[in-house]
């Protein structure tokens, strides 16, 4: 294992997932974390993210300063490197010219860290402070134009500072660097593989579980389908999944996720018709938050009682994800058992948690993985495809994406709609071309002509999005014939909708969802 201590880094999570993509498994701690603790965790190497702080501001961040006598081998990054330097006698600087964007490095040294680095290679920089002095033990092994300082070693000790930024894409060979540093540095095995994870998952969930039932609810994203799969191998019938059809899924979706997982896969699924109760919530609604609110609120009663009818219970899974327990490290312990307990239901992390008295136990096999990961361990053990690779699709669903009071009525105009765009997208190939792509229905009227007849109905806003992780998003540049074939299908097939208009927002300003 590889630890991380972040700093404060935008990019401590980017280096975690470098390092496991060359197989080795790698976790985020805090800078806090003690040489003590660290001894016992016996990492094969440890790095230092960046962060945003200088080293001599009074309450910069510092590292236990018995880490460089651990025996271990580490990597500092940016701040990483600087504090690195200022612990161990040297000296760092506001440097007379900060370094923003693509540097090209030239080596000095191309031994150990640097094997297989060009010399010339460009690599992403972003500092405004500089190593000065050396400490003791210490030499250079690359500079850059404004940089002397770009990468140094204390070959002895097996410490290594960089000023730059290898886990960035930008930077060329940022991962011949990393690769350096985990195989040849650290002697790490390539032993953090997706075959590997499911064997040793299944086993430890059978081992935690034994006979005891677990409970599911199944939303058909890929991580709870991943969850149900992984379980269902684990412990067969003893799992129960649930799914709450809330009424606000997309058309067709309830009923090909019955049929993928009851009569592809023999994984059994309680279906939970709740729409009218659902609906009925949300009667005369209109603020966006009051809607997910009354859903999230509507969802757990409807947990509950079906638990209750279906149970008893002894596990909950839970999909938890390794950047959630990054996050919420150590929050959520029971403080009389020690274990994890649920404060909330992951698929409506934005709308509230589980009552008090509802504190299962849980089973959370996915906690050690980012995003990219729970993919490839959904695809090796038979995740169809269009769960793998879906759109995200937010908890509360089409509600969402009607403007005023959601009725009957007005989600099968949006689910026609968004059925149309899938559809369409999907013929021309370009469903994966999009981050999201969906339909949101307005709730005011303009007037059109149809035939010779006039009408006055709904306008559709289309909404198509390229994105890297939902955080920023822009709206995407697609052909034109693909506009107007959507919008011709949309006025053509969709009763109640005269109407489409593209939307030109990227995000920031704007938000992906309209509400
Ligand atoms: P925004 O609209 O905030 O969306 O730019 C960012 C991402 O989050 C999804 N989203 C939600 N997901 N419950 C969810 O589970 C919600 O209430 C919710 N609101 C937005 C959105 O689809 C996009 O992927």
């Known amino acids: 294992?590889?630890?991380?201590?972040?700093?404060?880094?935008?990019?401590?999570?980017?280096?975690?997932?470098?390092?496991?993509?060359?197989?080795?498994?790698?976790?985020?701690?805090?800078?806090?974390?003690?040489?003590?603790?660290?001894?016992?965790?016996?990492?094969?190497?440890?790095?230092?993210?960046?962060?945003?702080?200088?080293?001599?501001?009074?309450?910069?961040?510092?590292?236990?300063?018995?880490?460089?006598?651990?025996?271990?081998?580490?990597?500092?990054?940016?701040?990483?490197?600087?504090?690195?330097?200022?612990?161990?006698?040297?000296?760092?600087?506001?440097?007379?010219?900060?370094?923003?964007?693509?540097?090209?490095?030239?080596?000095?040294?191309?031994?150990?860290?640097?094997?297989?680095?060009?010399?010339?290679?460009?690599?992403?920089?972003?500092?405004?402070?500089?190593?000065?002095?050396?400490?003791?033990?210490?030499?250079?092994?690359?500079?850059?134009?404004?940089?002397?300082?770009?990468?140094?070693?204390?070959?002895?000790?097996?410490?290594?500072?960089?000023?730059?930024?290898?886990?960035?894409?930008?930077?060329?060979?940022?991962?011949?660097?990393?690769?350096?540093?985990?195989?040849?540095?650290?002697?790490?095995?390539?032993?953090?593989?997706?075959?590997?994870?499911?064997?040793?998952?299944?086993?430890?969930?059978?081992?935690?579980?034994?006979?005891?039932?677990?409970?599911l609810a199944l939303s058909g994203g890929v991580d709870s389908s991943t969850l149900a799969f992984l379980l269902h191998q684990a412990i067969g019938d003893n799992l129960t999944c649930m799914f709450i059809d809330q009424g606000f899924m997309r058309k067709g979706e309830p009923e090909r996720l019955m049929d993928i997982f009851d009569k592809q896969f023999h994984i059994p699924v309680e279906y939970v018709n709740a729409r009218d109760r659902f609906l009925k919530q949300l009667e005369g609604v209109i603020d966006p938050e009051k809607k997910r609110r009354l859903i999230g609120h509507e969802f757990i009663q409807v947990f509950e009682e079906e638990s209750k009818r279906l149970g008893p219970f002894d596990y909950l899974a839970q999909g938890t994800l390794y950047p959630d327990v990054i996050e919420s490290a150590d929050t959520n312990i029971d403080p009389k058992t020690g274990e994890r307990v649920a404060v909330k239901i992951k698929s409506h992390h934005n709308v509230g948690g589980l009552p008090k008295d509802l504190r299962f136990k849980l089973v959370e096999p996915l906690r050690k993985l980012f995003k990219d990961e729970v993919r490839k361990v959904g695809r090796s053990i038979g995740l169809p495809e269009e769960i793998v690779r879906r759109h995200p699709f937010p908890g509360p669903g089409l509600a969402i994406r009607i403007i005023g009071e959601v009725t009957s009525e007005r989600l099968n105009i949006l689910r026609d709609a968004d059925f149309v765009v899938r559809d369409e997208i999907g013929k021309q190939g370009m469903y994966h071309d999009f981050w999201q792509a969906f339909a949101v229905l307005l709730p005011i009227r303009s007037v059109g002509v149809m035939g010779d007849q006039r009408t006055y109905a709904h306008p559709i806003v289309l909404r198509l999005i390229s994105s890297e992780d939902g955080m920023t998003a822009d709206w995407s540049k697609v052909p034109y014939d693909l506009l107007e074939t959507i919008s011709n299908r949309i006025v053509n097939e969709v009763k109640g909708v005269n109407r489409v208009v593209y939307d030109i927002t990227s995000k920031p300003p704007g938000t992906i969802e309209w509400e």
Not at 45 to 66: E, K, M, T
Not at 99 to 115: F, H, N, Q, V
Not at 180 to 185: A, E, G, L, R, S
């Open 1 to 215: 294992m590889i630890v991380i201590l972040d700093f404060g880094s935008q990019y401590s999570e980017l280096i975690a997932r470098r390092i496991r993509e060359t197989q080795v498994y790698s976790e985020v701690l805090s800078y806090r974390t003690t040489a003590e603790k660290l001894r016992q965790l016996n990492p094969k190497g440890i790095i230092l993210s960046g962060g945003p702080n200088s080293v001599y501001d009074n309450r910069a961040p510092q590292c236990d300063p018995d880490i460089w006598e651990l025996g271990i081998p580490v990597l500092g990054v940016c701040y990483g490197m600087q504090l690195m330097v200022k612990q161990l006698g040297g000296q760092v600087e506001k440097a007379v010219r900060g370094e923003y964007g693509k540097a090209s490095l030239r080596i000095d040294d191309p031994t150990d860290l640097l094997t297989n680095v060009e010399d010339g290679s460009i690599m992403w920089m972003s500092h405004g402070d500089s190593c000065t002095r050396l400490p003791e033990g210490f030499s250079i092994l690359a500079h850059t134009e404004n940089t002397l300082c770009a990468a140094i070693a204390d070959h002895e000790k097996k410490l290594f500072g960089v000023q730059f930024h290898p886990e960035v894409v930008h930077s060329v060979d940022g991962i011949a660097l990393i690769r350096n540093f985990v195989y040849h540095i650290c002697e790490c095995e390539p032993t953090w593989t997706t075959e590997a994870f499911v064997d040793e998952t299944i086993r430890e969930i059978r081992a935690k579980v034994r006979d005891k039932r677990v409970l």
